[in-house]
């Protein structure tokens, strides 16, 4: 089953690498992008394409780690809290007068 999984990965790595290949070779023609301060110098419609993949890709990644950062900030102090309760609980039942 193992061997059978990384066959199709080393496949799906192939056919994906053929579809880049064969997107770029097909959109070559030069392209400038015109934003509203500045343009862009020219290139090819794939290139801009894949910059655009990729620049998406990093930020994805960027944003997902803050949002990780901030939960294990979150669980830590939670945690913190937790134990000071527990602290706080086990002293007030130890000098609580016991029953009879």
Known sequence: ???MRKVLIILLAIAII???LVFSLNNQQPV????FFFETPSA?????ILLTFVLGALLGMLFTSLALF???LSRRR????????DKAL????QQAPKRI
């Open 1 to 3: 089953m193992a061997a």
């Open 18 to 20: 053929v579809f880049v």
């Open 32 to 35: 400038a992008l015109d934003f």
């Open 44 to 48: 090819g419609v794939a290139i801009w």
């Open 70 to 72: 901030r939960a294990r």
């Open 78 to 85: 939670a945690e913190r809290e937790r134990v000071k309760s």
């Open 90 to 93: 086990t002293r007030e039942r």
